[in-house]
Every structure is written in structure tokens, then in C-alpha cells.
């Protein structure tokens, strides 16, 4: 049988990086075809040239045997090549049935359309209303908007780029109904990820991208997680070590802790209370959207809350601001790097003061110091391998993972008695991240206390003592990580209770 | 065909250059707009930048010019660029100026006659309160109620005329003046008088004002907190808000401050070389002075020399006019048009041309 | 004063009229806004407008070419503004200043020969009987052509934004470019588009004042028009209905005030001159508290910066 879709060949080069080289790979029809690899590997890229919204230097792609180069997404859409965005390509203001219209090469008229969009979501077991506002749906029921947008146009190959990382365990399932639904019709899917287990159970076929090359082909079925990993990383993986000490008296609590959100599509705090003590680390799991932001803020001092619902050392400090939280030991790094824990146009010099000032002394009755700023920045450089030309480059040149380590590193060499990240590893390579999440370790084991907020259930089950989960601005109980499995979390991660599973009113 | 490709970190060089090339292409629009105006482009682009400081004729009355006119200018430009680097947008210089002018000139009109060394100083201090306290009307509703500043203290320019109109023709009025619109000249009030400090100059307080503003913002922004936490507003908002900047606080700030300088711009011109309040008495130096920030890349050494060259540019235009006929609105014009191509030359620091080849695929 | 001197039925009849000129300016900038970019140049690309406008309609003797030619004049200005925020990247607040910088210098430039000379007459539309109505007749049928046209424009605009196609990718691109590009869309022709509509409407409401409310050319005749047809956009929340409200609740206003001072009140003509930029800024502070709702109406990507990577 003829594949459905080939490539072969493809390669792009952006300035001082090859995005893909030479790349070829067929997906055959009715086949859920996984693209694996690290970030940074080019499978955006390659997903994008498929798409129709990256014209590749040279090589060449067939759909159907017909020759295929799609010059802009709406060809490729005609073409009957659907794609799901990792970053949704939604539109909060609007409505579903417009999102989906502007989607859609012919849409039928509006009424027409909600009336189809019903019908599809029902069909499908993604059940949506086409009037709400986007704005206020859930990750989970943006997902499904996005869906139903390609779903309406019959596609033949949909792309789906990374379509788990915003749901829960359970909402996954649902998710591979779905899409096994769609290959029994005869549907083919270009389904990237480097969630191992996920293409383990779900794909048929794997091509494995690093630095912009196929490094290997495999039927994911057959291999294990490790086999798989070694190929996508290149190495074996060094997993982070840890010593269990039995925490130490609390540091950091917060005590009911409510508060409104920030903007219109923002979610409230609700009654959140957590302990974490000297020498753990306690892992905050949960969707994106359900809070993790506006703790964040809480916690580093950006949003003022009642003096006495978080304390340092049994001492209120919710009315503090961050610099003043700065100087008592509260260090955080917030989950988007550019632009909010650093500022993109400034440099690294620039960026040490950002939230060295107090504990590092780098100022003098207001007066700035930037020879220390710069030996600052300097040694986070040195002690945590961030590879760049050296303190006075930019913020924004500097790649993803190393940024990250920059990011954290600053908070760490300020010897923190408390350090709250959101996200450590988001986007970051294998290896940064290793190296990240021993950092982290580290730190807790000289009996800082450390609070991670993250969407990696794997990462969290790495490196955390307690877990608890955030579900619409309300957190769960905390619960020793050992004690949980991984449906345990689930429950948790969507509003219940472990174990008992009872309701967390 | 060309595309633009963003980056890694902003051109140095080009931030230098960025400036002087925008000079360049508006001296040839400038030339191609003179030329269909029937005026020789190269005559006219001399006596506008070359004739006011060179030829024997006028530059010993043009050369005093260039101070008066550059010390309002620089001394609202760098407040105005505190501002632009945080974000925030005061374009009512403008109605800065005129009232502190009029708070400034009230102040010392209502101790006329009496002659005390205590007088001038007053005014000063009136000067710049009233002009900052016309800036907090912006600066607290943006605080308070989030209403857009840029459209608030530009309408407030418009009020603030109008009470220029009221002021000459009312409350200030010369009670010598034979019913004239116009106050008493604060030119024959010697206690009243910002003089020329040095005779044929044109140095008066207002331009030592002016370098005080330049040296004392270089210090503000390359060395304390304040300074960081604006650039870091503009740069990256949230940034700023979690290394601890308070926006609020620079909002209300960083207006404070352009509204007490274009304050102050304001009293030294009416007691200096406007000398009264009359009912055209401002000139379009709040609005250039926002020419005179970009210019100047919003740093105070370029700001310094940027108000120079728009100086001259004032002088030079009001030469042409003379020499050559040149229409006044020509030189606005210009200066406009300094800002089109300033902007447009920016992209370069952050953006790089590349020729692409189509059909590549 | 004498309140009675007033005579309250021109004034509701020359309220449309006044209202006309930030009508067509504030409609236009909605649909700039509504497409994601902020143009603080209005105020200049009505003065050309009204510089265009009134030198072709003298030259040509016809207000239709007049008009056609302010509206051209503008359109041409805004893509000057077209031009640098949305191929060289400039930045909209900076680059919109210097638009009404440029503007109100070119505009003086180009009427130098054109002060102090009479316009031509814009007659009104023959409306038959209905301009006989007693009272409503005056108030609402004895207008020129572009009073109705700025009426019809506000409900074209309004349907074109809520029924059609090319209207739900207008406001799609105003949301969220990033997700608009890759969904195939072309920001940039979009909004430029929008850009050059914005220019044409601000450039149509210049030639109003020039040609009608005036009538005739003085440098800087639209003193401030222009932004306050801005703040008509903030106060509208981005809605094409209540533009016209606000535009005609100003047009009351700024006619009311010119009527006290015609009625000779005692408050100085400087104090009510100064009313209309006054209640504008009331009602964008009234506006944009009370937890932001003015924000929240507006158009997600107002005023960034779009660059496509990729």
C-alpha cells in the first residue's frame, strides 16, 4: 500500500541553526505516526512545513502520490491537512462556532454551523457549546475546539503537536479514544510528543528527530521507554540523585489563602493552605490555567494578600513586597523566562540586578554596583554551565535551556531559605534539565525549603516529597509522594481527593 | 526581495548611527520638498543648518538663539524621555509648560512692584509645581482608574490654551496695558527677570536647568534603582514588576517629573525671553520636545545634542523665512518628518536586512 | 444670561452637523482598532483631510470631489503610518505622534495659499416632504449628503464587523495575531487595510470641517478633533452603535456651549471653550473604572507588535 503522505529530503536552515536536515519519513493512511523528539530537535519546524507555514530550502513531499508544497496553511488545508496547535491558535474574545469558522476554508452559515459543531462534538464524546466565549473554557475544552475545528473539514492527515502537555491523565484517555476513533476511519495522524509512554500506547510507527536529523525509525509498540529515550537524547539519561532526609520544621505557610484574579480570563485562589518544610520539596501538580499563575504572584510578592495568610517562620509577610520578600530568604523564578523572570533586551549583567539587588548586596542607598552585579552574573554563568559569550550578552540570545539555568541559577546562588519555581523545565533540553532538577535537589537538601510548581507529573514524581494539586484556584491535600499512583494524581490533578476520592469542597 | 530578521540582541551600532542617518534622508526629503516649493533644496538646507551659525551676517544674533531655544527644549525632552523609556506616554508637555508659565508669571506678578532677591526663586518653585501638578491630573487618573494617559494629558493641552486665553485676556492682564490682551513684561520687573547670564550668550537659568536635567538623569538611569526599575517598565513589564518596581509609583513619577520640568521650561521662557503671557505665548515646544526624545534615543547625552540640532533647525527655519521665504509650516513639516524617518531607521537596531531568494522550494 | 436667546431648535438641527466630522474619525479608528492597531495620528490625517479637501473642492468647484480627494489625502497619510508600524515594526504610539506632527506641518504647508478664501456651498439633500415635518424636519432631513453618509457608514461598519467573513478575520487578527498568521491569514494586508479605511474616514472628517461646519481652511482648524474622536472609540468600548451615540452627545455638547456663548453667559468664553476636552476626559475616566471595563472590551493585540517567525 502507498504511504498517504512521504517526505523526503526536507531541510531548513535558519541563521546559525539547521532547523532540518534532509529529513524523510512516510506516514502510511490510517496510521497514528509518532514524531518524537527533544525540543529544539525541528519538529516544529517540520510540522510547519507541512502545514504549509514554512517553505522548506530544498526537498520535496508527496500527499496522496500527488506532489505536495503547500504555499500557505490554507492549501494545505484544501489539501486535507488539519493541525491542532501546541500553542492554541484561538482566539479568547470569540466564540467557538467563529473560532471554529475562521478555521474552515467554506464555512456554512452560522447557524449551520453551531448546528454542526453539536452534532461532531456529541459523535466524537467531546461535548462543547458553540456559543461560549473561548476565553472561559478550560485547556482541556480548548483542545476541543481546536479538534472540532479539523475535524469539521474531513481531514485526511491531522497534526497534532504535543496534545497532552495541557491535560489531565484522565482527560488523555479521552483524547485516545478519539484519535483511535479517527484511524479506524481511515484518518492518519502525524502525533508529536516526547511523552514516551503516551506513543508506547498509542502510535503505530516513530521517527525520531535530533538536532534537525532522523536518528531512527521504530515501531514505538516494540521498544521500550529507555530504548526510545537513548535514541531521542543520544545518551543515556542521568536521573537526578537524592537523599531522603526527613524534612525539618516549616518555613514557609500559607494559611487560607484566597485571592481575586488578576484579569478577565485569570483564576482565583481559593482557600489554598500548604506547609513546606526545611529540606523538602513540595511539588504543586495541575493544568495550566488552574492557578498556578496567581499563587506564583502570591508567593513572590507581585500581588499584595492579607499580611497573615503566608508566613515566613511563623512571621506574616503577605502584605510584603518582593524586594523586602527578597531580603528575608523568599527567592522565586517564575514560569515564563523571557520577559518576566528576565528581560529579554537587557543583559545578563542587566539581569543579575533584576533580583540580585538585596540578598547579593549589589546596591548602596539606592545606587547601583554593576562591577558586583557583573561578577554576580559572571558566577551564576560559571557555577551553572549557561553557555553564552559571555555577561553582557542579551537576555534573549541565549537558547531556551541555558536562559532557564541562568534564571534559576541567580536564585539559587542568593542562598534562599525558600525558592518557588514555576515550570523549571518547560521547553528546556534533557540534559539542562537534569542538571536543573539536581539544583534543586541540592538546594533542599542544605535545608532550604523548595516549592515546585509544575505540569510534569514525571518531573514532579522525580524530584518532590509532598505532592498536592491545583484545580480551579483550589488546592488539594498534600499528600507524601510515595504514597501516590498515578491515577491517585489523576483524581487530584481533576478535583477529587486521593484515595478516598472524595470531593474537595 | 528583503526581509527582516530579528536579532539576537540590539545593534549598538546602529543605536549610534540609527540617528545621523535619519538626519541624512531628511535633509534629502527635506531638499526634494523645498525643491517642488520652487526654492533652491541646497540654499535652503544651508541657511537652516549652516547659516545661523556661520555666516557672517546673522550668526551674531542666531548664535544667543541657539541656547534659548535648545534649553526648553532639552529640559522637557528629558523629562518627556523618562516617560517613553517606562511606557508612559506624556504628550501635554505642552500644557505643562503653559501653566507653569502661568503659575510661574502669576507668582511673581503678585508681588509687583516690590523688589526682593527672594522673588525669582518663588516663581521658579511656582513654575515647577504648577507644571507638575498639570501632570498628575493625567498621572493619578491612570493610577486610580486606568484611563489612557496619552489621551489625557493631550486634551489637557487644549484646556490648558484656553486658560492661557483667559489668563492673558483676564486675570493677568496688564493694567497698563491699554486693554491689550497680555500681562505685564516680567523683562522690566528686574526681581522678576530671568536675565542673560553672560552677555551675547544667550546662557540664562533655564539652560543651566537644562544641563543640571541632562547630568542628573545620566546619573538616574545608569546607576540607581529608579532609573533600572523605568527602563525595566519599558522593557519588559512584567520583569519589572517582579524584580519589585511599583508601576504605580512610576507612573506618577516619572509624569511628576516631565510635568516639573516642562514647568519649569516654561517659567524661564515667560520670565526670560517671552517675557509676558500673552495669548500665544506657547510655541509648539512640548510637542517638539517629543521629537527632541526620540531623537536623542531617549538618553540624556543624545537628548542634549538632539535639542541642539532642533534648535537650530527653529533658527535656521525662521532664516530661511527671511532669506528665502520659505513658508514657516515647511520647517514643522521637517520636523516631522525627522520623526518618520527616525523611527523608520530604528527597525535596524533590532531587525537585520536579508535578501531572500523566492523559489527556493 | 438670557436662556431663551437660544434657539433650542437650531440647536438640535446643527448638533448632527457638529457631530459629523469625529463621527467619520471615530468609526474609521474603530476598525484600525478593531484590527489590532492603535493610530494616534487622527488629528493629523483629519487636518489633511480638510486641507485636501477644501483646495479640490475650491479648485474643481464640486464638494464631491472635495471629499473624494480628502479622503484620498488621508488614506495616503495613514500609509505612511501603514508603512512603518507594520513593515518596519516602528512603534504605533511614537509613530502615530509623528504622524500628527507631520500632519499639521504638512497641511499648513499646503494651504498657505488657501487662508481666508471662502469655500463652496454643500447644499443640503433634497429630502421632499419629510424635510417639511414641523421640528423633525429642521432637526433631522435639512442636512448635506455626508451627515447620512456618516450614519450609513456606522451601520456598515457594524454589519460588516458582526455578519461577515471578512469581519470576523478583522477582529480575529485585532485578538490574537500570532494565531491568526498561523491559521493563514495575512496580518499584515489585513491591517493595513484597516489602516488606510481609518486614514480615508479621518481624511473624510477633516473635509467636513473645511467644507461644511466652517467653512473654510485655518492652520490647526481641528483642534483636537482628532483625539477626541480617540477617547470616542474608549468611551464606544469598540462598538460601531456607540460611536454614533457618543458622537452625537458631543456634538450636543460642544453646540450647547457655542449657543451660551453666543447667549452671552457670564462665564468667560475660554471656560466654556475648554468644556468639551473637560467632559471628554470625565467620560474616559467614567469609562475605563470601575474594574477596567473599558479594557476589557478592547481588542486583545492593541498596539503590539507583530513579527512572524517561521
Known amino acids: 500500500m502507498s504511504p498517504l503522505f512521504s517526505a523526503n529530503g526536507l531541510t531548513k536552515a535558519y541563521p546559525g541553526v539547521i532547523a532540518n536536515e534532509d529529513v524523510s519519513f512516510e506516514i502510511g493512511t490510517g496510521e497514528i505516526h509518532a514524531l518524537l523528539g527533544e525540543n529544539g530537535a525541528g519538529k516544529s519546524t517540520l510540522v510547519k512545513t507541512i502545514y504549509g507555514l514554512v517553505k522548506p530550502d530544498s526537498g520535496e513531499m508527496t500527499l496522496n502520490g500527488a506532489p505536495f508544497a503547500p504555499p500557505e496553511p490554507r492549501a494545505a488545508r484544501s489539501a486535507g491537512v488539519a493541525m491542532v496547535f501546541q500553542h492554541f491558535s484561538l482566539f479568547e474574545a470569540l466564540d467557538v462556532a467563529e473560532n471554529v469558522a475562521l478555521g474552515m476554508e467554506n464555512p456554512p452559515k452560522p447557524r449551520a454551523l453551531a448546528q454542526r459543531i453539536s452534532e461532531v462534538s456529541a459523535a466524537y464524546g467531546l461535548p462543547l457549546d458553540p456559543h461560549r466565549t473561548v476565553g472561559d473554557l478550560s485547556a482541556g475544552e480548548r483542545q476541543r475546539v481546536e479538534i472540532i475545528r479539523c475535524l469539521l473539514q474531513d481531514p485526511r492527515l491531522l497534526i497534532m503537536d504535543e496534545p497532552t502537555s495541557v491535560l489531565t491523565p484522565q482527560e488523555v484517555d479521552t483524547l485516545f479514544a478519539t484519535l483511535n476513533r479517527l484511524k479506524s476511519e481511515g484518518t492518519s495522524i502525524l502525533y508529536i510528543s516526547h511523552k514516551l509512554e503516551e506513543i508506547r500506547a498509542l502510535c503505530d510507527a516513530a521517527t525520531i528527530l535530533r538536532r534537525g536529523k532522523v536518528v531512527g525509525r521504530c515501531d514505538p509498540r516494540e521498544s521500550s521507554a529507555r530504548e526510545l529515550a537513548e535514541m531521542m537524547v543520544g545518551t543515556a539519561l542521568h536521573r537526578p ?72 517562620d511563623g512571621a506574616g509577610i503577605g502584605a510584603l513586597p518582593p524586594r523586602d520578600r527578597r531580603a528575608l530568604g523568599i527567592c522565586s523564578a517564575p514560569e515564563e523566562r523571557l520577559g518576566h523572570a528576565a528581560a529579554p533586551d537587557m543583559s545578563l549583567t542587566q539581569n543579575a540586578m533584576l533580583t540580585g539587588a538585596e540578598r547579593r548586596e549589589l546596591t548602596r542607598g539606592g545606587f547601583l554596583n554593576w562591577g558586583k552585579s557583573r561578577e554576580f552574573a559572571e558566577e551564576v554563568i560559571e557555577r551553572f554551565d549557561v553557555r553564552t559569550p559571555g555577561p553582557e ?49 541540592d538546594l533542599a537538601a542544605g535545608g532550604a525549603a523548595v516549592l515546585v510548581i509544575s505540569q510534569d507529573l514525571d518531573e514532579l514524581m522525580e524530584i518532590a516529597t509532598s505532592f498536592a494539586a491545583l484545580n480551579a484556584g483550589r488546592l488539594s491535600e498534600p499528600h507524601p509522594m510515595t504514597e501516590l499512583s498515578l491515577d491517585d494524581i489523576g483524581l487530584m490533578l481533576g478535583g477529587m481527593g486521593a484515595e478516598t476520592g472524595e470531593t474537595a469542597a | 526581495m528583503i526581509a527582516l530578521e530579528k536579532r539576537p540582541a540590539p545593534s549598538r551600532a546602529w543605536s549610534m548611527a540609527t540617528p545621523f542617518l535619519a538626519v541624512l534622508l531628511t535633509m534629502i526629503a527635506g ?39 535648545a534649553g526648553p527644549l532639552i529640559l522637557i525632552a528629558i523629562g518627556l524621555s523618562l516617560g517613553f523609556r517606562a511606557g508612559i506616554w506624556n504628550i501635554g508637555a505642552e500644557g505643562q509648560y503653559i501653566i507653569g508659565a502661568i503659575c510661574g508669571a502669576a507668582t511673581g506678578l503678585a508681588f509687583y512692584p516690590m523688589e526682593s532677591w527672594i522673588i525669582l526663586p518663588l516663581m521658579i518653585i511656582a513654575g515647577a509645581l504648577g507644571g507638575l501638578l498639570w501632570a498628575m491630573v493625567p498621572a493619578l487618573l491612570k493610577t486610580l482608574f486606568n484611563t489612557n494617559e496619552i489621551l489625557v494629558s493631550l486634551l489637557m493641552v487644549y484646556i490648558a490654551e484656553q486658560l492661557l486665553a483667559a489668563m492673558a485676556l483676564g486675570a493677568l492682564r496688564s493694567p497698563d496695558g491699554g486693554g491689550f490682551p497680555g500681562s505685564r513684561n516680567l523683562q522690566q520687573y528686574p526681581s522678576a527677570h530671568n536675565a542673560e547670564l553672560i552677555a551675547g550668550t544667550g546662557l540664562h537659568l533655564g539652560v543651566i536647568a ?3 536635567a541632562v547630568i542628573m538623569a545620566y546619573i538616574l538611569l545608569s546607576r540607581h534603582m529608579l532609573g533600572f526599575h523605568i527602563q525595566l517598565a519599558g522593557s519588559a513589564p512584567k520583569a519589572a514588576r517582579f524584580a519589585g518596581a511599583k508601576p504605580g509609583l512610576l507612573v506618577v513619577t516619572c509624569m511628576g517629573i516631565s510635568g516639573g520640568l516642562a514647568g519649569l521650561a516654561g517659567l524661564f521662557e515667560v520670565a526670560g525671553p517671552a517675557g509676558q503671557i500673552s495669548i500665544d505665548f506657547n510655541s509648539g515646544y512640548g510637542f517638539t520636545a517629543i521629537i527632541v526624545a526620540f531623537l536623542g534615543r531617549l538618553n540624556p547625552i543624545g537628548i542634549l545634542l538632539a535639542g541642539l540640532l532642533m534648535a537650530l533647525t527653529y533658527i535656521g527655519g525662521e532664516l530661511a523665512q527671511f532669506t528665502l521665504g520659505l513658508p514657516a509650516a515647511s520647517i514643522q513639516a521637517f520636523q516631522g518628518m525627522l520623526l518618520f524617518f527616525l523611527l523608520g531607521v530604528d527597525m535596524l537596531t533590532n531587525f537585520r536586512l536579508r535578501w531572500k531568494t523566492k523559489g527556493a522550494v | 444670561m438670557d436662556l431663551s436667546a437660544i434657539n433650542w431648535l437650531t440647536l438640535l438641527a446643527s448638533l448632527m452637523v457638529a457631530a459629523t466630522p469625529i463621527l467619520l474619525a471615530g468609526i474609521g479608528e474603530l476598525v484600525v482598532e478593531k484590527s489590532g492597531v492603535l493610530n494616534l495620528g487622527v488629528e493629523g490625517m483629519m487636518i489633511t483631510g480638510a486641507i485636501c479637501g477644501f483646495a479640490a473642492a475650491y479648485n474643481t468647484q464640486s464638494a464631491f470631489v472635495g471629499f473624494a480627494a480628502a479622503a484620498a489625502g488621508g488614506a495616503a497619510l495613514s500609509m505612511i503610518f501603514g508603512l512603518m508600524t507594520q513593515v518596519l515594526m516602528s512603534n504605533q504610539v511614537a509613530t502615530g505622534l509623528a504622524l500628527t506632527l507631520f500632519g499639521l506641518g504638512f497641511s499648513a504647508l499646503l494651504g498657505q495659499s488657501y487662508i481666508g478664501i471662502k469655500g463652496i456651498e454643500v447644499s443640503a439633500v433634497p429630502l421632499g416632504p419629510l424635510a417639511d415635518i414641523p421640528v423633525l424636519g429642521p432637526v433631522l432631513f435639512q442636512h448635506d449628503a455626508v451627515v447620512y453618509v456618516a450614519i450609513a457608514l456606522v451601520a456598515s461598519v457594524w454589519a460588516f464587523l458582526k455578519f461577515t467573513r471578512a469581519g470576523l478575520t478583522l477582529r480575529a487578527v485585532g485578538e490574537n495575531h500570532d494565531a491568526a498568521h498561523a491559521l493563514g491569514y495575512k496580518v499584515v494586508l489585513i491591517r493595513l487595510a484597516a489602516i488606510g479605511f481609518g486614514g480615508a474616514c479621518a481624511g473624510l472628517g477633516g473635509a467636513y470641517l473645511s467644507l461644511v461646519r466652517v467653512p473654510q481652511w485655518t492652520e490647526g482648524m481641528t483642534a483636537g478633533a482628532g483625539w477626541i474622536a480617540l477617547a470616542l472609540v474608549v468611551f464606544a468600548s469598540w462598538r460601531p452603535w456607540r460611536v454614533l451615540i457618543g458622537a452625537y452627545l458631543f456634538g450636543g455638547i460642544t453646540v450647547l456651549q457655542l449657543n451660551l456663548q453666543a447667549a452671552g453667559a457670564k462665564i468667560p468664553v475660554e471656560y466654556l471653550s475648554m468644556s468639551p476636552y473637560v467632559i471628554t476626559i470625565i467620560v474616559l475616566v467614567v469609562m475605563s473604572s470601575g474594574r477596567g471595563r473599558a479594557a476589557l472590551a478592547a481588542p486583545a493585540a492593541l498596539g503590539r507588535v507583530f513579527h512572524k517567525s517561521g
Not at chain 1, 291 to 301: I, K, N, Y
Not at chain 1, 302 to 307: A, I, S, W
Open chain 1, 241 to 312: 540523585e537524592r537523599d531522603i532526609t526527613p524534612p525539618g520544621a516549616p518555613v514557609l505557610e500559607v494559611m487560607n489563602l484566597t485571592l481575586p484574579p488578576a484579569s478577565a480570563f485569570g483564576t482565583a485562589l481559593k482557600d489554598v493552605s500548604l506547609t513546606v518544610r526545611s529540606g523538602e520539596v513540595f511539588g504543586i501538580g495541575g493544568v495550566a490555567g488552574n492557578g498556578q499563575d496567581e499563587l506564583m504572584a502570591a508567593l513572590s510578592g507581585e500581588r499584595r494578600t492579607d499580611h497573615a495568610a503566608i508566613c515566613l
Open chain 2, 210 to 212: 537644562a544641563l543640571i
Open chain 2, 31 to 69: 531638499g526634494i520638498m523645498f525643491a517642488i516649493l520652487g526654492k533652491d533644496p541646497f540654499a535652503a538646507i544651508r541657511t537652516i543648518f549652516y547659516d545661523p551659525l556661520f555666516n557672517a551676517q546673522f550668526a551674531s544674533y542666531s548664535r544667543p538663539q541657539l541656547l534659548v531655544k
Open chain 1, 393 to 441: 550578552e542579551a537576555a534573549r540570545a541565549l537558547s531556551g535551556g541555558n536562559l532557564q539555568k541562568f534564571v534559576v541559577g541567580r536564585e539559587i546562588l542568593q542562598s534562599p531559605r525558600v525558592l518557588i519555581v514555576n515550570q523549571p523545565t518547560w521547553g528546556v533540553d534533557a540534559a539542562a534539565a537534569a542538571a536543573i532538577r539536581q539544583a534543586l535537589l
